[in-house]
């Protein structure tokens, strides 16, 4: 990864205290939070102004979902990369997240492997670093 080029994370979370902890634990890593929406709704504006590589989404939100939510942001900028994120223990909605559109797929338990997974990303293009 060039000097000073960084991972972009945009947060979709509806838990502020989540979203200020993800931001935390991503302070000494190369990738860096953007952007932060507790809906669908508000992630779409910050998008098109932030140009996210990847975009952590939580499940249970406000309006859409997180597997709605995925499914409309692939729809429309098929080059993200979305990481689920969520709380939820029932094995369905990963694989629901992943059919909508989610190339990974984190318990809120594994916060550790998110953020080792989004360092080991090249910026701009969603393929680990080599």
């Known amino acids: 990864m060039p000097a000073g080029a960084s991972v972009r994370v945009l947060l979709i979370d509806d838990l502020p205290e989540m979203?200020?902890?993800v931001?935390?634990?991503l302070e000494d890593s190369p990738a860096r939070v953007v952007g932060q929406a507790p809906t669908c709704a508000d992630a779409v504006p910050l998008i098109e102004r932030q140009r996210p590589d990847v975009v952590v989404m939580d499940m249970h939100m406000p309006g859409r979902d997180g597997i709605e939510c995925t499914a409309e942001l692939m729809?429309?900028?098929p080059e993200?990369?979305?990481a689920g994120f969520t709380s939820t223990d029932d094995p369905t909605v990963e694989t629901k997240m992943r059919e909508a559109g989610a190339a990974e797929y984190f318990h809120k338990s594994q916060l550790r492997?998110?953020?080792a997974w989004l360092?080991?990303?090249r910026?701009?293009?969603g393929q680990p670093a080599g």
């Open 19 to 21: 979203r200020r902890l």
């Open 119 to 121: 360092g080991a990303l």
């Open 80 to 82: 993200l990369l979305i």
């Open 123 to 125: 910026p701009s293009s």
């Open 113 to 115: 492997e998110l953020v």
């Open 23 to 25: 931001e935390l634990y």
């Open 75 to 77: 729809a429309a900028h």
